[in-house]
């Protein structure tokens, strides 16, 4: 199953979250298709971007985390929302 679909815009745009801008940077990491950022998950997703991208923010793993789980970003349980600023504050250090 291709990740493209008219005129070359994936299927990641269907997701919860994704813009045009998140699009365009997931694509830019190898991440072209909403089956394969379920398959690479929200925090190594953000691992790339943050390679690609260094300004993504703490929002961003929410909004990955929310497109793959079919959740509102600012909507995601308390417990995760933790666990995932703990993920992003060791990345930063």
Not at 18 to 47: P, Q
Not at 82 to 90: A, G, Y
């Amino acid at each position: 199953m291709s990740g493209k679909g008219r005129g070359g815009i994936s299927d990641l745009r269907g997701l919860m979250n994704i813009g045009a801008e998140m699009e365009r940077k997931l694509c830019s990491v190898g991440i072209d298709s909403a089956e394969k950022l379920y398959e690479t998950g929200a925090k190594a997703a953000f691992l790339r971007l943050k390679e690609t991208y260094p300004n993504v923010c703490l929002v961003h793993l929410y909004v990955l985390e929310g497109a793959i789980t079919g959740t509102e970003y600012n909507r995601l349980p308390e417990e995760t929302k933790s666990e995932l600023k703990q993920f992003s504050d060791l990345l930063n250090g």
